[in-house]
DNA sequence: TCTTACAGTTCTAAAACCGAACTGTCAATT
DNA sequence: AATTGACAGTTCGGTTTTAGAACTGTAAGA
């Protein structure tokens, strides 16, 4: 599979992968989420090579993550802003942020803190159910083919093959 | 910067993507979370070479994101299992999905829908404010820097350094 | 005129990735 | 006893991507 082929993937989290994962992209959307939306800026305090920096903006133009704009035309200059498509992926960030800062942190402790200006406090990030309002178990979903699933699940072979999954020999008794 | 000095970063999301911010791992996530637990499981649904598999789960275990845990020993077999670390990384897939659904979808719509066992409605993902429990916006959002933040952000050069950014020559009057 | 800021582009070497074949263990067949 | 198949990797040659550093071009300021 090429990175060209995720975004035709009948899966949400593969498109999405084909348009943000990539250790550069996220590292450059993190800092357009700090303000940065210059070339010079994102070069200087990334330090990514000029060229990928180049390369990374233009896909994220061309996918409707960034809008290119121009800040003044003596030299021709834009600047690189977030479109809403863009300030969309903002909880991906900060679900990213807030893992890192509860499992990857040294004894310092962490390196940013986020204040919410709605009620004034330094918050986390918690994902709840848009019906009901609970937070999110992993244990509590069950995913279900949407409209947009693939055609079949292709039973392929109709020849035996054992099983899908487990049992295959799990259930050897002693040791 | 290489890859492995991610890790080293003042930044929790440089952290993380040092861990789970390459296409592949995404995607192997994906099939964790979707019961996958096999070597030739996670092969045949994704596509991924053999060798390439074999280092992911291999950094993925060391990261303490996924178990190795035997489940035969006629010849010595092995299931991945996500831990609570890797559980935990749950509400950066489903942010990751639901901005799919929502910027990347086809005319068909959604390749799979989300049911909450709780509430039992199919539902989307929120992410909001730990202390009053408000949708999160981006604009509505103020980082500072915590204890864990970098030693000094460098004043480097005394030498004039017109400014940080903005103004530079923003402030032309005509087009 | 010389230097600096800014935004890229070009080029070579190094690292990562792909595809396909190969290794090794054991169970079930032939 | 030899063969086949499932499973979990490992090895290897060739292709892509990245890294690193230098170069291009416009315009303002000293």
Known sequence: MKWGELEDEPCSMARTIGV????????????????????????SSLGITRH???????????QGVLRR????????????????????????????????????????GRPLLHQHRKCGKDF??????????????AKEIHTHPGPGARRT??????????ETRAKTKAHRSAA
Do not use: N
Not at 52 to 62: I, M, N, W
Not at 90 to 104: K, L, Q, S
Not at 125 to 136: A, D, F, I, K
Not at 153 to 160: G, I, M, Q
């Open 153 to 162: 699940p292709a039973p392929e072979k109709p020849k035996a093959k054992r």
């Open 69 to 108: 704009i121009p800040y003044q035309d003596s030299p021709k200059r834009h600047e690189y802003i977030l479109t809403q498509k863009g300030l969309d992926l903002y909880p991906i960030m900060m679900a990213i942020v807030h893992w890192g800062d509860t499992h990857m942190v040294d004894a310092r």
């Open 20 to 43: 943000i994962g990539d250790r550069w992209t996220l590292l450059i959307l993190r800092e357009c989420f700090l303000r940065t939306r210059r070339f010079e800026g994102f070069q």
């Open 124 to 137: 986390d990030p918690v994902m709840v159910c848009s019906e009901c309002g609970e937070p999110l178990l």
């Open 52 to 62: 990928l920096l180049a390369e990374r903006l233009k896909k994220l133009v061309r």
